[in-house]
């Protein structure tokens, strides 16, 4: 008799333990994160007539470039992740950013690095671009100032 008290004992507590009487509910909650990418340009406003260093900043001329979009600035077609014949194409690639134009270019950094000669670009060629870069084309220069807020 000992035995089969012990034994339905230990078959109540091993199904005591077996099941949960606790119930928890759990909330999910969904968070959507909105990030749009952004580049800022410069370039000297055209109608300046000063050079170099001289020109100052209320004389530039800024861009903001959203994701998935177009805009012409100082004469050329720039584009994000939205490619278009003819542009300046930008994408981003592995938290980096890179660029394909349709004419040969000259890429610098600024301010020009001591010994570092500008890198010479063929026309249709996707290039790495860093912030504070500076592509000089045959009439007009833009620079790559970095990614927007």
Known sequence: MTKNLLFAFAILLMTACATDTKTEEVAVVETTIES??????ASKNPDVVKEGTAVMEQEMLHLSLADNSQSDFVGKSLTLNKT????????SRND?????APTSLMLMSMPPKPGVRPAMITANTDFYVAPMS????????IM???LGE
């Not at 500076?134 to 220069?141: A, D, H, M, Y």
């Open 134 to 141: 500076l592509l000089k084309f045959e009439s007009v220069n």
């Open 96 to 100: 980096s950013i890179f660029c394909n």
């Open 84 to 91: 278009i014949e003819g542009a300046i194409n930008f994408s």
């Open 144 to 146: 790559f100032v970095g």
């Open 36 to 41: 749009t990418l952004t580049l800022e340009f």
